[in-house]
């Protein structure tokens, strides 16, 4: 078969466009896209003068009054809200409504994650990528209704790279 140039230039340029797609999986890192994505949509509640998870969850209320919700300014801490102990918070909170489990709704803090429905969903892809493939999942670390506790081979697909 004669393979033309066009042929040959097309090939190469899906090789490529896969290569990239893979590489965004790869290389989304805390430090490079998560942090300062974070630091854009986030800060102003989760910051240093948020109060630590554990503060923040003996007067919950109170402070949701005052918008703040809980400190997530560094790695150590903004990982606790994907993994252990407030495990899928992150992403219950983030979700654009179409993971099982979500109910078709996106979680309350999607909306912060850009001011259009396109930077949402860009920012979104980063965040997925970066937690990811196949870790996006809604679990708690225990089952509650119908969604029961996150299992081990969901645990196992965590990234989060530094
Ligand atoms: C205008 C203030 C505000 C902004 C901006 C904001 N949040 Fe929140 N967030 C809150 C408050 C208040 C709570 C606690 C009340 C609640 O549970 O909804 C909260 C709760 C959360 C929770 C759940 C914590 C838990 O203990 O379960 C997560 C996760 C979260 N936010 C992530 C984010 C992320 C990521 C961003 C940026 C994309 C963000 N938030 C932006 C105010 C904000």
Redesign the pocket.
Known sequence: MKVTLITRVALAASILAIAAGNSMAQDVTYRNQIAPM?KA??I???GAQSPE?SD?LLDEKG??AK????R?DTYERFIA?VAWP?TG??MR??DDGRSPYAGGKPG??YE??GASEQERAANLKIIKAWVGEGAWNLNRWSKRGDVPAVAKEQLDKIKLAY
């Open positions: 974070w949509h986030c102003a509640c989760h998870r923040f402070y949701t918008s703040q919700g809980p997530m809200f407030d918070a992150l909170r983030l309350n803090m912060r994650l």
